[in-house]
Structures are given as structure tokens and as C-alpha cells.
């Protein structure tokens, strides 16, 4: 199977809103192309706010019409890095995933740690992981999620160029980069793909294209 470079179109009202309002702009298409080259079973999203990603993902399992199920666990409240935000974030994302992607996608509001019992181990074939941005949170939150990735399942880190305040994902990066396989890209704030537990044969190509991929889906 070969690595497509697709142009997406972004259903829903409310996701060009999400775009201009995310750090996660610049990495729409390249989740988009990962999904689709992909296929996964099962998406989990740890931390959605605006809903650009995730909905990224959404589009991508509706145009290659698979099977993927994806969820969204977040509070919808906040936190110290993104800000405290009002309830028309959830209702607006709500909405537009009720309309758009009604049979592919769900919305749990509660907390990563509540969630985590709503998933078998080994079950999850990328997990997204973009909550509280500190070392210990997504320190924490790598370690409490790894079981429920699959063999040959994909972990996402959002924000690992970021080196201001409190932020820590970076530090967690740097020790996980060493460790496994992985793929980063360094705009909108760097976006970290992780293969922790393998990966399927297809993905050896995929592997040996970082300096193309960091090329194309930078411009």
C-alpha cells in the first residue's frame, strides 16, 4: 500500500472555526493522510477542545468509508494551558459531529482517567494524546494509555517543540524518541508520531520519507 497525498475538503460549520483557532492547523493534512493510508479499527483522542484534529480524523474514516470508530475524551472545561472556555465549544462540536459524522464518531466528557476503563487493552490504533501539557500530566497519560494501544498501534503527541512555562512535553519526547521508532514534525507547535509497541510492514516506507514528509506538510 502506497502513501497517497490527499487535497481533503472539511465538512461542518464549525470546523473552520476549529482550524483558526488551533495549534493543530498545520498537522490537518497529514492526520488526514495518516487515517486513510491507515485504516484503523479504533481512535482514541485524549484532549479535543475545538475539535480540529479530531474532526481531521473524522473526515478522513467518512471519505475512505471504513469501519474506524473514533472518540473524543475530554471535559470540555479546560485547563491553565488552553484557557477556560464556555459550553458553545462543546455544543458547537457537538452539533457538527451529530450532523456530519453521526455513525463514525463519539464524544465522551469526562476525564482521561475515567475513560480509561471504557477501552479493552490493545484495542486502540492511534491514540491521540493532547491534554495537559505538563511532564507529569502527559507523562501520566502515556503510561496509563500505552496497554489500551494495539500491536502496531500509532501514539500522537502534540506540542513537543513547545519549551516555554510549564510545558512538558518536549522532555517526554526527547526520552520516548530514543526508545522507538517515530516520525516528528517541528511547525505548529511539533507533532509527534510514536510507534510503541512495532509496526506493520507497511509502514517501513512511511519510515524512511520523514525528511519528505517534514517537507510537504510544512509548506
Known amino acids: ?41 479504533q481512535i482514541v483522542e485524549l484532549g479535543t477542545h475545538h475539535g480540529a484534529s479530531f474532526l481531521s480524523f473524522c473526515q478522513a474514516v467518512k471519505d475512505e468509508n471504513c469501519s474506524t470508530i473514533s472518540f473524543a475524551v475530554d471535559t470540555w472545561k479546560g485547563d491553565r494551558h488552553t484557557g477556560f472556555y464556555e459550553e458553545t465549544i462543546y455544543r458547537n462540536l457537538k452539533s457538527d459531529i451529530e450532523k456530519y459524522y453521526p455513525n463514525l464518531a463519539k464524544m465522551l466528557r469526562m476525564t482521561f482517567d475515567d475513560a480509561l476503563n471504557l477501552f479493552t487493552d490493545e484495542s ?14 502527559v507523562s501520566h497519560d502515556f503510561k496509563t494509555w500505552l496497554p489500551k494501544v494495539s500491536k502496531n498501534g500509532i501514539i500522537l503527541f502534540h506540542d513537543i517543540a513547545v519549551r516555554y512555562s510549564d510545558f512538558g512535553v518536549y522532555k517526554l519526547w526527547d ?45
Open 1 to 41: 500500500m502506497e502513501w497517497k497525498y490527499y487535497t481533503p475538503k472539511f465538512e461542518g460549520d464549525y470546523h473552520f472555526d476549529a482550524i483558526k483557532n488551533s495549534a493543530w492547523s498545520g498537522h490537518l493534512k497529514f492526520a488526514y493522510d495518516l487515517v486513510r493510508f491507515m485504516k484503523p479499527k
Open 175 to 219: 526520552m520516548l524518541k530514543s526508545q522507538y521508532p517515530t516520525i516528528q514534525f517541528e511547525h505548529s507547535s511539533g507533532l509527534g508520531i510514536l510507534f510503541p509497541k512495532g509496526y506493520h510492514s507497511q509502514f517501513e516506507d512511511v519510515l524512511q520519507r520523514e525528511k519528505e514528509f517534514q517537507t510537504y506538510y510544512q509548506s
Open 124 to 137: 486502540i490504533d492511534i491514540l491521540h494524546i493532547d491534554g495537559y501539557h505538563t511532564f507529569e500530566a
